[in-house]
Every structure is written in C-alpha cells, then in structure tokens.
C-alpha cells in the first residue's frame, strides 16, 4: 500500500502563499492522477485541484482557480499545490490523494491517502 506523506503547511496572513509538497513511498508510484482535497472544520471535505500522472492535465476548483497551481515531479514520485493570494476561507486541512483508475467520480474512488496537513490563513 503507497504512502503519501504531505508537508508545508502553516500559518500565513490573508493574500500570502504556501506551497504543500506531498511525497509517495512507492519506488514504482505511477497512478493514474493525484490530487488535492481540503476540509474546513464542520463542512465537508471538497475537491482541490487534480492532475493527471503522465499527461499533466489539470482542472481545479473554481474557488482556487487562478490562485493555485497543482504539479508533480514523477522522477521524485511527488506532487505540489502552490497556493498564491491566500484568503481566510481556504483554511483546512488539506489531504493529497491519489487514484490508480479513471474509474467512479466519488472521494472512494481516490485509494490512497495521505494523512492531512493543516493550512490556516489568519484575515
């Protein structure tokens, strides 16, 4: 099972940046997206920004549109958020995932995990 382990989160003033790294354990990591997700206290856990492990296709949310940009680095087996103008509601605890099919459109379909990392942006 593939271990994905998130850094670089924090606390940052409002209209600040962050970038979160998220590293996997597998030498032979090549699924088929990663992604970020993000959980605010008492609200759901909501989609981020996804992309795809070897063609680099992107999408985003459209409340992080044009502030963030998702990557990866598939000789470090890693993927990154940097998150640019940084507002109070973007503050969560932000969770990097990744999927091995395109198939099924629910977080269950994500099968790896990492274990959160909290991103606080003070107003």
């Known amino acids: 099972q593939v271990q994905l382990v998130e850094s670089g989160g924090g606390l940052v003033q409002a209209g600040g940046s962050l970038r979160l790294s998220c590293a996997a354990s597998e030498r032979t990591f090549s699924p088929y997206a990663v992604g970020w997700f993000r959980q605010a206290p008492g609200k759901e856990r909501e989609y981020v920004a996804i992309?795809?492990?070897?063609?680099?296709?992107?999408d985003y949310a459209n409340s992080v549109k044009g502030r963030f940009t998702i990557s990866r680095d598939t000789a470090k087996n890693s993927l990154y958020l940097q998150m640019n103008k940084l507002r109070p509601e973007d503050t969560a605890l932000y969770y990097c995932?990744?999927?091995?099919?395109?198939?099924?459109?629910?977080?269950?379909?994500?099968?790896?995990w990492g274990q959160g990392i909290q991103v606080t942006v003070s107003s």
């Open positions: 995932a990744a999927r091995d099919s395109p198939v099924g459109s629910d977080f269950d379909s994500w099968g790896h």
């Open positions: 992309i795809s492990w070897i063609g680099g296709s992107t």
